[in-house]
């Protein structure tokens, strides 16, 4: 897949699971469960031990029949950015903005995701490339500071994290959010160390059924 067609699949589901792998044996089961969801999108982070290894391995051993991202997270340079692009990373998201990781980025068409917080930030987040601007975090203001920025600025695409559940999913989406990225809220810390994949794929579904509430209202 091309940058637009992440982006355009990111958009359509409109979650991203965020997830600190401590077991990575447990990735098969939490990617199938979440496909099973409706998610399509999975973001390992940098502060997983061996994360490069992990999103590798995972790119070349989850075999499934319908499309899935593996992103990779709390990236924070460009060298790093490009490491995990040649591991299989389908996105980049980071928490900070620097121009030398958006060209190494779009260098091997891969869409990144930086992160700001004030208007300023997030403008020049922007007009430096950003495919989508990752607002960090997303929590301190909650769903209607998305509305407040699009005001003077509704030409941005924002995604949130940090503080995203299923109680405000909808909010965020129907306050100009294009997709959520969502860590624990999703992740049941419970239900992955049971390997209970029925009911995760139960809670990823909530998930998806909260985006289509927000794009309805």
Request: proline share 6%.
């Amino acid at each position: 897949m091309n940058r637009i067609e992440i982006i355009q699949l990111l958009e359509e589901t409109g979650i991203i699971a965020v997830i600190r792998a401590k077991e990575e044996d447990d990735l098969d089961g939490i990617v199938k469960a979440l496909l099973k969801g409706g998610v399509r999108a999975l973001e390992i982070t940098m502060t997983t031990p061996y994360a490069v290894d992990v999103i590798k391995n995972l790119c070349q051993t989850v075999k499934l029949e319908e499309p899935f991202l593996i992103g990779a997270g709390t990236v924070l340079d460009a060298e790093t950015a490009q490491a995990v692009i040649h591991a299989g990373a389908s996105f980049i998201v980071s928490p900070i903005f620097k121009p030398e990781m958006v060209y190494m980025a779009h260098r091997y068409d891969r869409p990144i995701f930086p992160g700001a917080f004030t208007p300023t930030e997030i403008l020049n987040a922007w007009e430096g490339g950003a495919d989508v601007v990752k607002v960090f975090p997303a929590g301190r203001f909650g769903p209607k500071y998305f509305r407040d920025i699009h005001g003077p600025l509704p030409q941005i695409k924002l995604t949130p994290t940090g503080g995203v559940n299923i109680d405000n999913v909808a909010d965020f989406i129907k306050n100009g959010a294009s997709f959520v990225g969502v860590g624990t809220a999703l992740l049941d810390k419970t239900m992955i160390a049971n390997h209970d994949w029925d009911a995760l794929a139960q809670h990823a579904r909530k998930f998806i059924e909260a985006v289509k509430q927000g794009r309805n209202v």
